[in-house]
């Protein structure tokens, strides 16, 4: 066991990470489990879903999730899954020409073409 308070808190907070990280490797691998097991929309969603949670938590490196999810797309396909718009935002609805407010231009101020004549102290 350390002494050192700062040493003694590193332990605390390794321990609260290790718990996280498991939890999170846990449901990434269950994830996986699950789409292997019967391919569908929803599950290829979730499996994408718990990946991009372990890479934005650090447990996945960025190249290995984008194989994974190169893979279970292709695996997705085989299966003949449609594939799901989950991921993606809603689209913004478009506005019309008509419907955006006109601004008015700002005008810049000219200087003035005279200039106060500067004095020499003698």
């Known amino acids: 066991m350390p002494i050192i308070k700062s040493a003694k808190k590193r332990v605390r907070v390794a321990r609260k990470a290790a718990v996280r990280n498991s939890k999170t490797k846990r449901n990434l691998k269950g994830a996986f489990k699950l789409f292997d097991k019967s391919p569908s929309?929803?599950?290829?969603?979730?499996?994408?879903s718990a990946l991009d949670k372990a890479v934005k938590k650090g447990l996945v490196h960025k190249n290995k999730a984008a194989r994974l999810k190169k893979q279970a797309a292709a695996k997705a396909k085989a299966a003949g899954v449609k594939h799901s718009k989950t991921t993606a935002k809603p689209a913004a609805a478009k506005k019309t020409t008509a419907a955006k407010k006109t601004t008015a231009k700002k005008t810049t101020a000219k200087k003035s073409a005279t200039r106060k004549a500067t004095t020499k102290k003698k």
Request: glycine content about 0%; charged content about 10%; hydrophobic content about 25%.
């Open 41 to 48: 929309s929803k599950s290829h969603a979730s499996a994408q």
